[in-house]
């Protein structure tokens, strides 16, 4: 028996572009520099500055299965500094390009410089950015339902 597939994921397939896109993003995300823990904090960190219920808990389950710490998860999942000074400038600079909408202060980009980050991570957090943002939108679009795996992760704005 295969595996229940994530009620987003059903959601997204109701529309083949959106899916496409989807499936397109997902795979160029993967081709980045990013460690795949980079790329966690880089989803989070985008789903919760697009307060997308479904995939805070999504990434959260993700980040949980990886028995990562649970104090960095806190921190992701309430918008807060991050314990590890690396991720925190990934995360700064992810937060402040998607406020910016692109724009990112220069305090910001020398602190992810500083941090051993390089112009083309910078570049390769657009990639990251999009592929959340298209799963953010398409869920506040046509929500799908909260997973049974994913109940224990539920996560509300500001809570």
């Given at each position: 028996m295969s595996p229940?597939?994530?009620?987003?994921?059903?959601?997204?397939a109701e529309v083949p572009p959106l899916v496409t896109a989807f499936q397109s993003l997902m795979a160029a995300f993967g081709q980045t520099s990013f460690s795949?823990?980079?790329?966690?904090v880089i989803s989070?960190?985008?789903?919760?500055?697009?307060?997308?219920?479904?995939?805070?808990?999504?990434?959260?389950?993700?980040?949980?299965?990886a028995n990562e710490d649970g104090t960095l998860v806190a921190a992701l999942r309430g918008g807060g500094a991050l314990p590890d000074?690396?991720?925190?400038?990934?995360?700064?600079?992810?937060r402040a390009l998607v406020r910016g909408r692109g724009t990112v202060p220069a305090d910001v980009a020398l602190r992810?410089?500083?941090?051993?980050?390089?112009?083309?991570q910078a570049r390769e957090a657009i990639v990251g950015v999009a592929f959340q943002t298209l799963s953010n939108y398409a869920n506040h679009v046509a929500?799908?339902?909260l997973d049974e795996d994913l109940q224990p992760h539920r996560w509300s704005p500001g809570g």
């Open positions: 229940k597939q994530p009620n987003l994921m059903t959601r997204l795949p823990r980079e790329r966690e989070t960190v985008v789903s919760v500055e697009n307060r997308c219920t479904y995939c805070v808990a999504f990434h959260t389950m993700l980040m949980s299965a000074e690396r991720l925190d400038a990934l995360a700064a600079f992810v992810f410089a500083a941090a051993g980050f390089t112009d083309a929500p799908a339902a």
